[in-house]
């Protein structure tokens, strides 16, 4: 039997079920600008193993309040004054977080607003899609903290925008936002208006999908880019193999070869 969500079981995080099995996730410590402490990556830990179980088909992930997330709840931080070890394992609990959610196999699309900084960032680029709005802004000011990234930046942002643009943002504190953040990566869609409702338009078009699709889509590639070039082209045509001869696309196909279906055109 697939495990259920219960959203009273969770207190950082508003979870709320839509049409189409879609799941809106709030960061819901707005007077913190959502900034992660222990309990809500926990939180995150929890919701992101149950979501690809649970008939989760796509996950809008959105901050409340003026901000994303700020990133790791220096207040928190600083009165834990955590041990090395303690703070390598909360790392750790990050990464658990994070790689549930890009390896998973649901889509996860972050609606950005207000602050997308630190480990908000490692939080964002694990997400699939990320839409920003006109008050984003991204930056990594570890260094101006005496800090270092410990959820994954120097993987998955590395990724978005090139090792010489992470170094930059960690050394200098550089921020991007508006036209420049699109352009180097660290959101595919920029809007005028609601990233949320955007995140939803897209979160509702990638539910439409077929879910093994979808979990090929969202794993597969990830795990791939971990491999070497042989081994990535033998997983691809093993994955293939499984997806496209999967019974729920035939009629897919045979929409596709009556001319019935709808056809990839540009706008």
Known sequence: MAPQINPADFTNLTLEAHENDVWVV???????????????????VEFFSLAPRAGVRAIVLAGAGDHFCAGLDLVEHH????????????CLRWHEAFNKMEYGGVPIIAALHGAVVGG??????SAHVRVMDETTYFALPEGQRGLFTG????????DLVGKARMIDMML??????????EEVGLAQYRVDGSSFDKAMELANRAAENLPLSNFAICSAVSHMQNMSAMDAAYAEAVVAGVVNTQPDA?????????KSGARIRKD
Request: net charge negative.
């Open 120 to 125: 908000g960032l490692e939080l964002a680029s």
């Open 250 to 258: 035939r009629a897919r196909l045979a929409a596709f070869a009556d």
């Open 26 to 44: 709030t960061l819901n410590r707005p007077s913190k600008r959502n900034a992660l402490d222990s309990a809500t990556v926990e939180e995150m």
């Open 79 to 90: 009165d834990a004054d955590r041990s090395p070890a303690e703070f390598m394992h909360l």
């Open 151 to 158: 959820g994954g930046a120097t993987i998955r942002v590395t």
């Open 172 to 181: 200098m504190g550089r921020v991007y936002s508006g036209a420049e953040a």
